[in-house]
């Protein structure tokens, strides 16, 4: 007799068995790009960058490409990434709000964590509001803005947002936390303010879920926009659907499932299809017209007011001063390029300031102006530039800075005697101990990195107060040599306002601020 | 046949017994194996390791400073990001070398570290000596603010400073110093490098920086010196940078008097001793001797 007959079903197998839905996989992919972006910002230090594409997912960002490129008439290096977001918006919508970007992940997992157990109030908090309209207006202004110059899409960019918002305050924390770091952890000046904003945006998601995504994140607004064209999209079907409004209480993009899904607000999680007892909805091929709204629900009046408003920043923006003279506080990274230059790309992302070894980078307030707040300047009292390092523009998106070699930072082999200079060290001949004080010192010149010392010293005998004669070392700085590196202001022990310091002129990426007349 | 006369006999026979007698002198003379040691050794070879090996066994041995089971804590120089053709850092070669012969001596383990100047992971990867003395089965560690407890040097320029506990706990210490040309101090070499074992504000040091080294060697008081002179940087020091700046001299030495080691150093540097403040500081505090001329100083090249 056999064990088993055929005829009959096989019993369900004992092992855990777990559906795979279309919004699990959802799931996998939202988890996996939240931890590369976890991982990817962890390894953005010396040792551990190896070649990790560190920026990448700033490189996907189609919003930050294209206000770069309409800044500056070309598209940098990595930024090409960003097509790919396009043709895949201009296929399914957009998903990269709902699969990929790591800020809408983290606004998912406490919209999720602070759902309304109760289903009519679910519903509630996942109605269209006309609020949402806001990150359309928050887009064109932008977009009017870039072609003048003015690149300030940083402020509101989700990558840029959340690398800018762990780099001043997850980083340092967590090292501070585990002691992974030596002597010094990483502070970022401060950081409080870029974590207080990130806060509140978390904060806000638990009564407004996806608050920032439906109502300021201009990236979804771009991503709206294109959605007009996507082949796929969800759509109702009436003759089966029975006004239950059970498709609401997932619907954290408050895409409006229940009437008219609109395509512009949908991050095509799937949560509305799963919910829907009726099977009334479905991701359709190229649905018919007229059973969704494909269109920003914007208003002429509102687009014409942001486009004014984007075209007047220029104006507004540079009264407060970034042209001209040199401001001797603003002093850029190495490799960056002249200051209109270096506003119309950076995206205050601070990837520069994360991966800089001795922290020396911080994210300005208003030193450069109002275009400037949290672009990233040297601050020598909190480290110096190394010599030899070239991290900042190895990983900067957009090229604000540039990728240096060792050769042409040095000044060395075809660019001999043109090293990339940073500004220039003067002596306050008032604070520096052998100057004010007779008090022997020159650990500046001790650390001066160039090879021959852009601090050289001569030896004085001078008479004491009680008429004893010192004899002591007097320092003084060879324009000709100094690269501003800052390494003499970081480590000189008059700690406050140091003896010496790096101020921007003569820095060589802007032309106006030579020092010089024989200096290339 | 040849006839041997008497007096080529007896002048064969002469020869034969002060033969004898020279050679029973010398194999009888008292203490004949100690006093040979050389007082500093020093020895010029391109494989550095072979260089350092053979100076430490010109000594006696590393089993003369370092017992069974003892805990040792090797000082190089790892205070810039450089690397090792530069000169700025203790040569990686050196410092393997040694960390190799403590653990063939017995020692239980062989600790590394230096307080940096310039980033601390960057100085120990770009200095080639992290990977180095890792290979080599040392305990390779960044300095942490646990680690540094406030002592009293009792100096005349330090009085109570941050010193890193584990230097001063192990057993034994082995100072494993570059020479370099420095324009405060004229030169650094091994006294100098005692600075390394110091937190709090350094900087402050350089006010009376003569006496301050001078404190440092007075305190940490090493069991050994092994300088690495292979390359001496003699301009631009401490920091260096450029080749040029390094000059291959391929020598290292060894001694147990830290003076006449860093008199040796600045020799190479073209310095005399009475030109080096912290030198003639040392002497006068009775750390150990400038006149090279009165001790035994052995060298080779191989």
């Known amino acids: 007799m056999p064990r088993t007959n055929p005829a ?35 390894v953005t230090t010396f040792s551990r960058l190896g070649g990790y594409p560190a920026s990448i997912l700033l490189e996907l960002d189609p919003f930050a490409a294209a206000a770069t490129a309409a800044a500056t008439g070309s598209l940098y290096r990595g930024l090409l990434w960003s097509l790919l977001v396009v043709v895949a918006t201009l296929l399914l919508g957009r998903a990269f709000c709902g699969w990929v970007c790591p800020l809408g992940t983290l606004q998912h997992l406490v919209a999720w964590a602070a759902r309304p157990s109760a289903t009519p109030q679910a519903v509630e908090a996942n109605r269209y509001r006309r609020s949402q309209r806001l990150k359309y207006y928050v887009l064109i202004a932008f977009a009017a803005a870039a072609p003048t110059g003015i690149v300030q899409v940083g402020l509101l960019d989700p990558i840029a947002l959340v690398s800018r918002s762990f780099t001043a305050a997850v980083w340092p924390a967590a090292a501070r936390a585990t002691d992974l770091v030596a002597l010094k952890p990483p502070v970022v000046h401060l950081a409080w303010l ?78 509305c299809i799963d919910d829907c007892p009726e099977e009334a909805l479905a991701f359709r091929f190229a649905p018919t017209a007229g059973v969704q ?93 190394e010599l030899n390092c070239t991290l900042c523009g190895h990983v900067c998106p957009t090229g604000a800075i540039e990728r240096l070699t060792i050769e042409r930072k040095l000044g060395l082999g075809r ?52 008429g004893e004669t010192i004899t002591l070392r007097r320092p003084q700085i060879d324009p000709v040599l100094c690269v501003g590196c800052g390494i003499c202001e970081h480590e000189c022990p008059v700690t406050d306002l140091a003896g010496v310091r790096v101020t921007a002129v003569g820095e060589t990426r802007s032309r106006t601020a030579g020092l010089l007349l024989d200096r290339a | 046949m040849h006839s041997v006369s008497r007096r080529d006999l007896l002048a064969s026979l002469a020869r034969a017994g002060a033969g004898v007698v020279v050679g029973a002198g010398a194999l009888l003379a008292p203490g004949t194996h100690a006093a040979a040691l050389p007082d500093l050794a020093a020895v010029e070879a ?32 790892i205070g810039w990001a450089r690397a090792p053709a530069q000169g700025a850092n203790t040569h990686p070669a050196v410092v393997a070398a040694v960390v190799e012969a403590c653990y063939e001596a017995g020692a239980k383990v062989v600790m590394v570290a230096d307080h940096t100047l310039d980033d601390p992971e960057r100085c120990y990867r770009r200095s ?125 030495a060894a001694s147990v008097d830290p003076v006449a080691a860093d008199t040796f150093g600045v020799g190479l540097l073209g310095l005399a001793a009475g030109a080096v403040p912290y030198l003639r500081g040392a002497q006068d505090r009775g750390l150990g001797t400038t006149n090279l001329a009165a001790l035994r100083v052995q060298r080779r090249r191989l």
């Open chain 1, 293 to 385: 709204v494909d269109t920003p629900d914007w208003s002429r009046r509102g687009v014409l007011v942001s486009t004014f408003v984007g075209l007047v920043l220029h104006p507004a923006g540079r009264v407060a001063g970034a042209e001209g003279r040199p401001d001797a506080a603003v002093i850029r990274p190495p490799g960056s390029l002249a200051e209109a230059d270096f506003l119309a790309r950076c995206l205050k992302c601070a990837q520069c300031v994360r991966v800089c070894p001795t922290s020396v980078l911080q994210p300005a307030t208003f030193e450069a102006g109002l275009e400037g707040l949290w672009t990233p300047v040297l601050a020598m009292r909190a480290g110096y530039c």
């Open chain 1, 194 to 271: 870029i974590a207080a904003v990130f806060g509140l945006l978390v904060a806000i998601g638990l009564t407004r879920p996806r608050f920032f995504c439906r109502v300021l994140c201009p990236l979804g607004a771009l991503l709206g926009v294109l959605s007009r064209f996507a082949l796929w999209r969800i759509a109702r079907d009436p003759a089966r659907c029975n006004d239950c409004e059970r498709c609401l209480r997932r619907c954290d993009a408050a895409a409006d499932p229940h009437t008219y899904p609109r395509a512009a607000e949908c991050h095509v999680c799937f949560n």
């Open chain 2, 128 to 252: 080639g000596i992290q990977a180095a003395a890792e290979a080599a089965g040392a305990r390779v560690e960044q300095v942490t603010a646990a680690r540094f407890r406030r002592m009293d040097l009792e100096g005349r320029a330090i009085g109570e400073w941050e010193v890193y506990v584990d230097a001063v706990e192990a057993d034994v210490l082995i100072n494993v110093p570059v020479v370099k040309h420095h324009s405060l101090c004229r030169a650094t070499v091994g006294m100098k490098n005692w600075l390394g074992l110091l937190g709090g504000r350094r900087a402050d040091l350089h006010e009376r920086i003569d006496e301050a080294v001078v404190d440092a060697a007075a305190f940490f008081r090493a069991d050994l010196t092994v300088l690495d002179a292979s390359r001496v940087m003699m301009r631009n020091g401490p920091q260096g940078g450029s080749l040029a700046d390094a000059e291959v001299r391929n020598i290292v």
């Open chain 1, 415 to 466: 660019f001999q005697g043109q090293p990339v200079r940073l500004g220039t060290a003067f002596f306050d001949q008032g604070r520096c101990l052998p100057w004010a004080m007779d008090t022997p010192c020159v650990v500046c010149e001790e650390v001066c990195p160039t090879s021959p010392k852009a601090i050289f010293s001569k030896e004085v005998a001078v008479v004491g107060r009680r």
């Open chain 1, 8 to 42: 009959l079903p096989r019993p369900a197998s004992p092992r855990l068995r777990i559906t795979i839905t279309i919004t699990r996989v959802r799931v996998a992919w939202q988890a996996f790009f939240l931890a590369l972006f976890v991982f990817l910002g962890f």
């Open chain 2, 46 to 77: 391109t494989d550095l390791a072979v260089a350092t090996r053979q100076a430490l066994a010109m000594l006696g041995g590393m089993r003369r400073f370092v017992s069974r089971g003892a805990t040792v804590f090797v000082k190089p120089n």
